[in-house]
């Protein structure tokens, strides 16, 4: 599975962003994915996760409430909408895969996409 990540950028505190993780290979609608992020100066901690069906999501409880998780396997696409964001949502995003839901969950994922910036003024 190969992903690439989209849709970070500038926004204001309490603005939204929606990211993109766009995939391709032929597993990914098997597949369990997740969003990660990565602050400066901090390790890359789990944002959420969503079963290869969309059935099961579950979050960080730093988002719960305020991010949901979402994917549309015709398009091989996983959404993560970002609403009433934060100063210290301000990291860099990835989306990661697994075909078992738990690596993605302890942050031990197989497949990595590369990141994008979201970066949130006070």
């Not at 079963?51 to 949901?68: E, L, N």
């Not at 964001?85 to 995003?93: S, V």
């Not at 302890?106 to 996409?113: E, K, L, N, Q």
Request: proline share 2%.
């Amino acid at each position: 599975v190969q992903l690439q990540a989209s849709g970070g950028g500038l926004v204001q505190a309490g603005g939204s962003l929606r990211l993109s993780c766009a995939a391709s290979g032929r597993t990914f609608s098997s597949a369990a994915v997740g969003w990660f992020r990565q602050a400066p100066g901090k390790e890359r901690e789990f944002v959420a996760v969503i079963g290869w069906s969309g059935a099961f999501t579950y979050y960080a409880d730093s988002v719960k409430g305020r991010f949901t998780i979402s994917r549309d396997n015709a398009m091989s696409t996983v959404y993560l909408q970002m609403n009433s964001l934060k100063a210290e949502d301000t990291a860099i995003y990835y989306c990661a895969a697994d075909a078992v839901y738990n690596r993605v969950v302890r942050t031990t994922p197989s497949y990595w996409g590369q990141g994008t910036q979201v970066t949130v003024s006070s």
